[in-house]
């Protein structure tokens, strides 16, 4: 499956990215045993696109979201205290780098605050895919990015307990 080498290969690259082996990440997510979920969103037009939001801003709870959009601009970004309209390119795959690479990271990558907004004339449509642990997984700062000068940042749980607190508004 196309999506699952793609994902792989985008572990690899933030595994190097922070100095560590690169099937580091994949091991701590589970490694073959990786969950996906599919999630079609589809935002209708909207004759007031000023007073409705398509999704409240978030973090998305996985290890990595693959986004396709259709055409319609409406994914926004928090960047630099501002929201900013991520630009389509056609053919393009958007990455959501998850709460749990920024766990795992022990804060070196940080989970995209992310909100989606509505269109006044065209129906708003994107394919995520959520790429997620086991719930049995242990999830918690990798001990090489851990010392004296940076402490763990984060505590070590599995991925169902890490749901349960984001689906319930819990402390992490």
């Given amino acids: 499956m196309q999506v699952v080498k793609v994902t792989y290969r985008l572990l690899e690259l ?23 979920e599919m999630k079609i969103n589809m935002y209708l037009p909207c004759p007031q696109p000023e007073l409705a ?12 979201t693959l986004l396709v959009p259709n055409d319609v601009p409406g994914l926004q ?10 630009d389509y390119l056609p053919n393009a795959l958007f990455v959501h780098v ?29 394919w995520a895919i959520f790429c997620a642990p ?3 997984a242990m999830i918690g700062p990798l001990p090489e990015l851990v010392d004296e000068q ?21 402390p992490q």
């Fill in 14 to 36: 933030l595994s190097d990215g922070i100095g560590l082996e690169g099937k580091a990440l994949k091991s701590c997510v589970g490694g073959d045993e990786i969950e996906l």
């Fill in 98 to 126: 998850g709460d749990q690479i920024e766990v795992l990271s022990n804060g070196k990558y940080k989970s995209v605050l992310h909100r989606s907004t509505v269109n006044k004339e065209r129906t708003r449509m994107s």
């Fill in 77 to 86: 970004v928090w960047k630099d205290n501002n929201w900013v309209v991520v």
């Fill in 150 to 170: 940076n402490p763990s940042k984060y505590s070590t749980k599995t991925f169902a307990d890490f749901r349960y607190c984001k689906f319930n508004k819990l």
């Fill in 134 to 136: 086991p719930h049995d």
């Fill in 53 to 64: 939001l398509g999704v409240e801003p978030h973090t998305d709870m996985s290890t990595l």
